[in-house]
C-alpha cells in the first residue's frame, strides 16, 4: 500500500466491467486514483456498441455508469489502445495496479461444413451500432435469413433483420445504417437453437419486445413446446426461464396477426452444413432435429431439414481479444486468473498450485502476475448479465486491496497524476476526456435533435475526435 499519496490503479476498458471496478474502488476505504484508457474516442463499450439501438431502456444503463464517470477520483483517457499505444510495462512506471476489462467483440467459428460462409452476430452488431471498426455499408438482399443462436444476441440481430429500416430510424441509428437497413429484403427470419425452451438463453424483456413491433410476426411451433425432467427441472429453479418457456408457449398458440415479416423461432434444430452455389452464395441451411434426454440435454434423432436462406448469421458467442505480452487461455479465451487475479500460465480454475489458498506462499508469487487484475468477460468469458459483472468487479478489487496491503504490485516511478498526461503527450497521442465526452455527447444530441430524435450517433473516428475537444 503506498503511503502519503492515493493508490494509483489503470483500468483498462470503459465499459461495464471496467467502470464498475472502478467504482467498487472509489467505494472502498482506501484513497484511490484512477485512470481508465479506452481504445475508442467514446466510452461505455458494449452500452455504446453492443446493444441494439431499439433498447433505450438498456441504454439508460449508461445514466449510471455516467454517475461513476462523474466522479472526482476517475480521468478517462480515450482514443488510447493499450499494447499498441502504450504496454503494460510503461503503465507499471505511472500506477500501482492495472485492471483488464477489455470485454469481448470477435464471434466464436460455427464448427459446420460451410461454416465459413456464415456472418458472426458481431460484425453485423458492430455495424448497425455505428462502431468505426466495422463495415460503414451492409448488404441484405436474401428474402429468407437463418440465425443460429438462441441468446440475447441471437435475437438483437432478428429482430433488427425482422424490422424495416423506418421503424429503427427513430433510434441513434446515422444514415450510412438507415441507407443499408432500408433496402433489406428480408421478409423471413428463422431462429434456431439446438436444445429446447427452457434451455433458451433469452431474457423475458428481449422475447417480449419481439411482439411489440406491428411489422413482425412471431411464429414458434407448437411441437417444440416440449420438456423432459430435466427441464421442468430448469424451470422450477429459476423464475426467468420459466417466465421465458410461458412467453414461447404464448407465442405458440397465439393467432396469426398478419404482420408482413415472419420470426420463427426454431428448437431442437442443430446445426449441421451450410451450403453454397458454385459462387459460394449461400442457398441453404441443413440441421438435424434432436430430442431431449431426461436430464435437459439432447441427441440428434437423424432426421436432417434443409432451409432456403440466402444467409446465415452465427450468434454462438463471442470471444475476448487476446492482449499483447499477457497470458492467455486459449480454451476459454481469456485471461487465466483466479478471482479476478491473472495468472501467469495456466487454465482459469480453482486449486492449481501457486493461487491463493495454496500451501506455498513463493509459490502463489510465481504463477501470478503481480498488480494484474482481470474483471468481466476477459475474466470468465461473454457470459452472465450485469449483475455478474459488478460481482467479478467486486471480487477483483477486493483481491487488488489485499494485495496492495500485503505490498504486492508495481512500484511505479512516476505515480503522480500529471505525469500520465506528460508521458502520452511525450509519445505524441491524441486522447479523448472525460469533458470530451460531454462535449460529443452534446453534439449527438443536438445532431438528433433537429431529426426529431433523442440523439444521431457519430460513426466516423475523426469526427468523435474533432467533436471530443479537450479545450
Not at 436474401?142 to 433483420?161: H, I, P, Q
Not at 431529426?451 to 475526435?465: F, N, T, Y
Amino acid at each position: 500500500m503506498p503511503e502519503h499519496r492515493p493508490l494509483r490503479v489503470a483500468v483498462i476498458g470503459s465499459g461495464p466491467a471496467g467502470i464498475y471496478a472502478s467504482d467498487a474502488l472509489t467505494k472502498s476505504n482506501t484513497d484511490v486514483s484512477i485512470d481508465i484508457f479506452e481504445r475508442m474516442p467514446a466510452p461505455f463499450g458494449l452500452i455504446r456498441y453492443g446493444v441494439a439501438p431499439d433498447h433505450p431502456r438498456i441504454k439508460g444503463i449508461i445514466k449510471s455508469l455516467h454517475k461513476v464517470l462523474d466522479k472526482p477520483e476517475i480521468r478517462l483517457f480515450g482514443n488510447i489502445n493499450v499494447g499498441e499505444d502504450v504496454t503494460l510495462d510503461e503503465l507499471k512506471n505511472y500506477y500501482d495496479s492495472v485492471i483488464y476489462a477489455t470485454g469481448a467483440t470477435d464471434d466464436r467459428d460455427l464448427d459446420i461444413p460451410g461454416g465459413e460462409h456464415t456472418i458472426g452476430a458481431g460484425e453485423f452488431v458492430g455495424f448497425y451500432d455505428a462502431n468505426p471498426h466495422f463495415e460503414e455499408s451492409w448488404t441484405l438482399d436474401a428474402d429468407s435469413v437463418a440465425v443460429v443462436g438462441v441468446g440475447n444476441v441471437g435475437l438483437d440481430v432478428a429482430r433488427v433483420l425482422a424490422k424495416t429500416g423506418d421503424e429503427l430510424l427513430v433510434t441513434e441509428i446515422p444514415d450510412n445504417v438507415y441507407d443499408s437497413l432500408k433496402d433489406n429484403k428480408a421478409k423471413e427470419v428463422h431462429v434456431f437453437g439446438r436444445r429446447g425452451p427452457a434451455q433458451a438463453k433469452f431474457t423475458p424483456l428481449e422475447l417480449k419486445e419481439l411482439n411489440h413491433s406491428d411489422t413482425i410476426e412471431v411464429v414458434v411451433d407448437p411441437e417444440d413446446i416440449q420438456y423432459d425432467a430435466g427441464s421442468e427441472e430448469a424451470r422450477r429453479s429459476s423464475k426467468i426461464q420459466d417466465m421465458v418457456c410461458t412467453l414461447l408457449e404464448q407465442y405458440a398458440i397465439a393467432d396469426p396477426k398478419g404482420a408482413p415479416h415472419k420470426l420463427y423461432l426454431h428448437f431442437f434444430e442443430s446445426p449441421v452444413e451450410v451450403k453454397t452455389d458454385d459462387n459460394g452464395k449461400v442457398v441453404a441451411f441443413v440441421t438435424e432435429r434432436t430430442e431431449l434426454t431426461g436430464n435437459g440435454s439432447v441427441r440428434g434423432t437423424g432426421k436432417l431439414t434443409e432451409w432456403p436462406v440466402g444467409a446465415v448469421y452465427r450468434a454462438v458467442g463471442y470471444k475476448s481479444d487476446q492482449q499483447a505480452n499477457l497470458p492467455w487461455d486459449d480454451k476459454e479465451n481469456v485471461l487465466p486468473n483466479v478471482g479476478g487475479r491473472v495468472l501467469t500460465e495456466g487454465p482459469t480454475a480453482d486449486g492449481i498450485a501457486g493461487v491463493p489458498g495454496s500451501a506455498d506462499p513463493e509459490a502463489e508469487l510465481r504463477e501470478r502476475l503481480p498488480g494484474v487484475y482481470a474483471t468481466g468477460w476477459i475474466r470468465r468469458g461473454p457470459v452472465g448479465l450485469i449483475g455478474n459483472t459488478k460481482g467479478d468487479a467486486n471480487e477483483a478489487v477486493a483481491n487488488l486491496l489485499e494485495d496492495s496491503e500485503a505490498g504486492i504490485g508495481f512500484d511505479p516511478a512516476h505515480p503522480a497524476e500529471e505525469d500520465v498526461n506528460e508521458f502520452l503527450k511525450s509519445k505524441g497521442l491524441e486522447y479523448t476526456t472525460w469533458e470530451g465526452w460531454y462535449a460529443l455527447d452534446k453534439h449527438e444530441r443536438a445532431l438528433g435533435e433537429a431529426e426529431g430524435r433523442e440523439r444521431k450517433k457519430v460513426r466516423e473516428w475523426d469526427e468523435m475526435l474533432k467533436h471530443s475537444n479537450n479545450s
